[in-house]
Antibody, heavy 120, light 111 residues
Framework: EVQLVESGGGLVKPGGSLRLSCAAS????????MNWVRQAPGKGLEWVSS????????YYIDSVKGRFTVSRDNAKKSLYLQMDSLRDEDTAVYYC?????????????WGQGTLVRVSS | NFMLTQPHSVSESPGKTITISCTRS????????VQWYQQRPGSSPTTVIY?????PSGVPDRFSGSIDASSNSASLSISGLKTEDEADYFC??????????FGGGTKLTVL
């Protein structure tokens, strides 16, 4: 069974940094586009970033451009999100999600999420 | 970029049928596939419909998806409602720059 396990969340002050990780197992990680999706408390889902299988194509939502950096290590089967200059509005559960193969931009598997709280 | 607009909430009795709409603000709904995700309280989202009308294995055929060019919207229908269907439902599509867009979500209550 595909598994995605996020870690690295926590409480951080505005302006601070945090690095999230997502450990993948039970699938060929290096052949899939991966994503970060967040959900603020009591709110809806918001796509944050995507990274292609070979890291050649990287996309961000405008609100995090220049502050967040997505990366991956296919040998370690891991996805990362470096979050700098954090703001209150970045408070959310951050999910790692896999793209369904074959295009269509479908998230077919999700992790359980890790909570990031930005507060002074 | 475009927005996807969903009703905030919908409620219905067990055994009935509901339809949740997802209206695209600009550009054609048919231009890019639409997905639907179910999120039960305290859980991660799961896919119930992908590529407009495809059901992943394990999703009952009570769930169906469609698009309507005339209203520029996608719809998720659930027939034979069960209490276990009570959840938040999100539509999702993407733009030509591969930026993903979610609707605001619809809370389904099965009374």
């Amino acid at each position: 069974e595909v598994q995605l396990v996020e870690s690295g969340g926590g409480l951080v002050k505005p302006g601070g940094s945090l690095r999230l990780s997502c450990a993948a197992s039970e699938f060929t990680f290096g052949t899939y586009t991966m994503n970060w999706v967040r959900q603020a408390p009591g709110k809806g889902l918001e796509w944050v970033s995507s990274i292609s299988s070979n890291s050649n194509y990287i996309y961000y939502i405008d609100s995090v451009k220049g502050r967040f950096t997505v990366s991956r290590d296919n040998a370690k089967k891991s996805l990362y999100l470096q979050m700098d200059s954090l703001r209150d509005e970045d408070t959310a559960v951050y999910y790692c999600a896999r793209d369904r193969p074959g295009g269509g931009s479908v998230f077919d598997y999700w992790g359980q999420g890790t909570l990031v709280r930005v507060s002074s | 970029n475009f927005m996807l607009t969903q009703p905030h909430s919908v409620s219905e009795s067990p055994g009935k049928t509901i339809t949740i709409s997802c209206t695209r603000s600009s550009g054609s709904i048919a231009s890019n596939y639409v997905q639907w995700y179910q999120q039960r309280p305290g859980s991660s989202p799961t896919t119930v419909i992908y590529e407009d009308n495809q059901r992943p294995s394990g999703v009952p055929d009570r769930f169906s998806g469609s698009i309507d060019a005339s209203s520029n919207s996608a719809s998720l229908s659930i027939s034979g409602l069960k209490t276990e269907d009570e959840a938040d439902y999100f539509c999702q599509s993407y733009d030509d720059n591969n930026h993903r867009v979610f609707g605001g979500g619809t809370k389904l209550t099965v009374l």
